[in-house]
């Protein structure tokens, strides 16, 4: 479960200088560092630059998936006014518009990582590959496990949610913004989604971490030690529907489709660069991707709940930032049951 994040510092070209140990797993030479936004004293000239710097707030993660939610409005969604009878045509048609997006980000993040290695291991956490003939996994292989878990099962919950925030809104049954009443509004929404998203995403993935819901819900996604691309959503049923409830803020607060399917699809679509397991840029060093700040969360668990916009790990001292004399956790009883992959 998990957004993205970008984790180097940005206009600085990230090398393959961090340090591999003899397990095989590999740091960058820097931590995990938050956003210059919450910060005493304030960073003014830092703020200016992270927000409209490549990497940073604007570019490229978040306009690529506004960008994604412009596009799937005005070309791919069904009509409000066929929405307000559940009918299988427009259900197919959210559903497979959903599943090709998933393809196309999750699945073009594994070809290029891990079917044609790109990178090879450069700048990849653990130097291992996906786990195969492992019995911790369905069909004893991770790629496949994830696969079904994303595309599969996790691709019909977004496609419900969204199904029944178009009904709502097409029935008049949620408040709904328009851009003609209320335009500054309408903007800052956009913003605001998220920080919203940060705030939910950190307290429900503290809460799936209480004993009983991690052991029976929360364990599915955390069998990916190791995590690639396709592990973003590869999650227990319950705890997807969790994950997405993030959308359903738009049910009470006054919101235009457009704000609730941004929403749902940076929630569905970001978890593919904050699991495939290599810190960025790729691409011969042009693209901006990787998390390493939640990767830790996969290899020391109790840590790194949240991601690097809104310190709240810090606020509530779950932070650890990677370097050897970083703050962090030892793995809890609970989790040392379960089979590691590799």
Same mark, same amino acid.
């Given at each position: @479960?998990?957004?993205? !994040?970008?984790?180097?510092?940005? #206009?600085?070209?990230?090398?393959?200088?961090?340090?591999?140990?003899?397990?095989?797993?590999?740091?960058?030479?820097?931590?995990?560092?938050?956003?210059?936004?919450?910060?005493?004293?304030?960073?003014?000239?830092?703020?200016?630059?992270?927000?409209?710097?490549?990497?940073? $707030? @604007?570019?490229?993660?978040?306009?690529?998936?506004?960008?994604?939610?412009?596009?799937?409005? $005005? $070309?791919?969604?069904?009509?409000?006014?066929?929405?307000?009878?559940?009918?299988?045509?427009?259900?197919? =048609?959210?559903?497979?518009?959903?599943?090709?997006?998933?393809?196309?980000?999750? !699945?073009?993040?594994?070809?290029?990582?891990?079917?044609?290695?790109?990178? !090879?291991?450069?700048?990849?956490?653990?130097?291992?590959?996906?786990?195969?003939?492992?019995?911790?996994?369905? $069909?004893?292989? =991770?790629?496949?496990?994830?696969?079904?878990?994303?595309?599969?099962?996790?691709?019909?919950?977004?496609?419900?949610?969204?199904?029944?925030?178009?009904?709502?809104?097409?029935?008049?049954?949620?408040?709904?913004?328009?851009?003609?009443?209320?335009?500054?509004?309408?903007?800052?929404?956009?913003?605001?989604?998220?920080?919203?998203?940060?705030?939910?995403?950190?307290?429900?993935?503290?809460?799936?971490?209480?004993?009983?819901?991690?052991?029976?819900?929360?364990?599915?996604?955390?069998?990916?030690?190791?995590?690639?691309?396709?592990?973003? @959503?590869?999650?227990?049923?319950?705890?997807?529907?969790?994950?997405?409830?993030?959308?359903?803020?738009?049910?009470?607060?006054?919101?235009?489709?457009?704000?609730?399917?941004?929403?749902? =699809?940076?929630?569905?679509?970001?978890?593919?660069?904050?699991?495939?397991?290599?810190?960025?840029?790729?691409?011969?060093?042009?693209?901006?991707?990787?998390?390493?700040?939640?990767?830790?969360?996969?290899?020391?668990?109790?840590?790194?709940?949240?991601?690097?916009?809104?310190?709240?790990?810090?606020?509530?001292?779950?932070?650890? #930032?990677?370097?050897?004399?970083?703050?962090?956790?030892?793995?809890?009883?609970?989790?040392?049951?379960?089979?590691?992959?590799?």
């Amino acid at each position: @479960m998990s957004k993205i !994040g970008d984790h180097f510092r940005p #206009n600085e070209p990230k090398l393959d200088t961090g340090t591999r140990n003899a397990k095989g797993e590999w740091r960058p030479a820097y931590p995990a560092e938050y956003k210059p936004l919450f910060v005493w004293p304030p960073r003014p000239v830092a703020l200016a630059k992270w927000i409209v710097s490549w990497p940073g $707030f @604007m570019w490229p993660r978040n306009f690529v998936i506004f960008s994604i939610a412009m596009l799937s409005w $005005f $070309f791919t969604e069904p009509n409000l006014e066929r929405c307000t009878t559940f009918k299988w045509d427009w259900l197919l =048609q959210i559903w497979t518009r959903n599943l090709a997006l998933t393809w196309v980000v999750y !699945g073009g993040y594994h070809l290029y990582l891990y079917i044609l290695k790109g990178e !090879g291991t450069k700048g990849k956490y653990d130097a291992r590959w996906p786990a195969r003939n492992s019995s911790v996994f369905l $069909f004893r292989d =991770q790629v496949l496990d994830n696969i079904f878990w994303t595309s599969g099962v996790a691709v019909l919950i977004w496609t419900a949610y969204e199904a029944l925030g178009l009904w709502l809104f097409a029935n008049h049954r949620i408040p709904y913004l328009r851009w003609s009443e209320h335009p500054v509004w309408f903007v800052a929404w956009f913003l605001g989604v998220l920080f919203w998203r940060e705030f939910h995403f950190y307290w429900v993935h503290r809460a799936i971490h209480w004993k009983p819901l991690y052991r029976y819900v929360h364990y599915l996604h955390h069998k990916n030690v190791n995590p690639i691309s396709w592990s973003g @959503m590869a999650m227990h049923p319950v705890e997807t529907i969790l994950y997405l409830s993030v959308a359903t803020i738009h049910w009470i607060v006054p919101s235009h489709p457009i704000h609730f399917l941004f929403d749902l =699809q940076h929630a569905a679509l970001a978890p593919a660069s904050g699991h495939h397991g290599f810190e960025g840029p790729i691409l011969e060093e042009k693209w901006p991707t990787g998390s390493y700040f939640h990767y830790l969360h996969h290899r020391y668990f109790e840590c790194n709940y949240g991601e690097a916009l809104m310190p709240f790990d810090k606020w509530f001292g779950t932070y650890r #930032n990677g370097l050897p004399e970083g703050t962090g956790s030892k793995l809890p009883e609970e989790h040392k049951d379960i089979p590691r992959s590799g």
